[in-house]
């Protein structure tokens, strides 16, 4: 099976075990958070997250 590009916000939530309220809140407050806006929908580049989180290391998030 071949492994998904994109993820929606529970799949991220899941993948990093951080809550689905607080993504969309680093989505909106970070204009290089990894992820797209279809419709309602957010979409998490999988491939460019954990660059992401190194990039923002100590962080509060």
């Known amino acids: 099976m071949e492994e998904k590009m994109m993820l929606t916000m529970p799949e991220t939530a899941k993948l990093t ?10 989505a909106r407050e970070y204009s290089d958070f990894p992820c797209i806006k ?13 660059e992401w989180f190194e990039k923002h290391k100590g962080e509060e998030l």
């Open 17 to 26: 075990n951080i809550g689905i309220a607080k993504l969309k809140q680093i």
């Open 38 to 50: 279809i419709g309602v929908k957010h979409l998490v580049i999988k491939e460019k997250l954990p």
